[in-house]
């Protein structure tokens, strides 16, 4: 029993070490995510193990440093180093053309969404609020309602948008008030009326990538932060 007992503190050891050596070499990092901007692939509080020799490349998750105070802010601050790291989906890299049409992502004119779970808002009526059922709302995120008006808005993956799709009608709800849109592109140009639905087209420049959350209405990413430069991105989510 007392071997049994060192061997497995041998091993606790080692793996320990290994674990250690990895992160601070950043081979290997691990992180707790602690937002719902990734879901529905990655769910809020999910450990993620994020590798430093990958490479990044469209659909795959990065983990990078964010240059700004935090993600939405009254005026563009690239001197700002506040040292968080942030998970988002890789959706631009350098020389890619992207452009966003009534909430549906194209990256060199082909659609880049056309096969992810995201989470995307629907406008219903108040009577089919009433035909959701409530275990379908896991979150206060899965549902707001409107100021104007007090129309419901819900927030549904592919699967609940199937589940619902053929019993209420779903509206897809698009940001067009520039109120609403908060510090959308303002690091971009601030000429450019550009609503976190509807942008571009625009050409990401060399070193520099397009990031956006899979909950498309609830994510803080490259609409309001500003590209991702090659230097600040610490490593690729391996296992999502």
């Given at each position: 029993?007392?071997?049994?007992?060192?061997?497995?503190?041998?091993?606790?050891?080692?793996?320990?070490?290994?674990?250690?050596?990895?992160?601070?070499?950043?081979?290997?990092?691990?992180?707790?995510?602690?937002?719902?901007?990734?879901?529905?692939?990655?769910?809020?509080?999910?450990?993620?193990?994020?590798?430093?020799?990958?490479?990044?490349?469209?659909?795959?998750?990065?983990?990078?440093k964010n240059p700004?105070?935090?993600?939405?802010?009254?005026?563009?601050?690239?001197?700002?180093?506040?040292?968080?790291?942030?998970?988002?989906?890789?959706?631009?890299?350098?020389?890619?053309?992207?452009?966003?049409?009534?909430?549906?992502?194209?990256?060199?004119?082909?659609?880049?969404?056309?096969?992810?779970?995201?989470?995307?808002?629907?406008?219903?009526?108040?009577?089919?609020?009433?035909?959701?059922?409530?275990?379908?709302?896991?979150?206060?995120?899965?549902?707001?309602?409107?100021?104007?008006?007090?129309?419901?808005?819900?927030?549904?993956?592919?699967?609940?948008?199937?589940?619902?799709?053929?019993?209420?009608?779903?509206?897809?709800?698009?940001?067009?008030?520039?109120?609403?849109?908060?510090?959308?592109?303002?690091?971009?140009?601030?000429?450019?009326?550009?609503?976190?639905?509807?942008?571009?087209?625009?050409?990401?420049?060399a070193n520099n990538?397009?990031?956006?959350?899979?909950?498309?209405?609830?994510?803080?990413?490259?609409?309001?932060?500003?590209?991702?430069?090659?230097?600040?991105?610490?490593?690729?989510?391996?296992?999502?």
């Open positions: 029993m007392k071997k049994i007992g060192i061997g497995f503190l041998i091993i606790s050891g080692v793996i320990v070490l290994l674990l250690l050596t990895a992160r601070l070499t950043g081979i290997l990092l691990l992180y707790t995510v602690p937002t719902g901007s990734s879901e529905p692939t990655i769910k809020k509080g999910t450990l993620i193990f994020v590798s430093g020799i990958s490479k990044p490349a469209p659909y795959k998750f990065i983990a990078f700004y105070q935090d993600s939405v802010l009254s005026s563009y601050q690239p001197d700002y180093t506040s040292g968080y790291s942030f998970i988002s989906r890789l959706c631009g890299a350098p020389g890619d053309f992207i452009e966003m049409k009534n909430g549906v992502l194209f990256v060199n004119n082909k659609n880049f969404d056309e096969f992810l779970d995201l989470k995307n808002q629907y406008k219903i009526s108040t009577n089919d609020f009433g035909l959701i059922e409530e275990a379908d709302f896991p979150s206060e995120e899965s549902y707001e309602f409107i100021q104007t008006g007090d129309s419901p808005i819900v927030t549904f993956d592919n699967a609940l948008y199937k589940k619902y799709s053929s019993k209420i009608k779903l509206k897809p709800y698009l940001i067009t008030d520039t109120n609403m849109s908060g510090d959308c592109f303002k690091w971009y140009n601030g000429s450019v009326k550009w609503m976190p639905d509807n942008f571009g087209p625009l050409i990401i420049p990538y397009f990031v956006l959350g899979d909950n498309r209405h609830n994510a803080m990413d490259s609409r309001y932060t500003g590209f991702v430069e090659k230097e600040n991105i610490t490593g690729i989510v391996i296992n999502k």
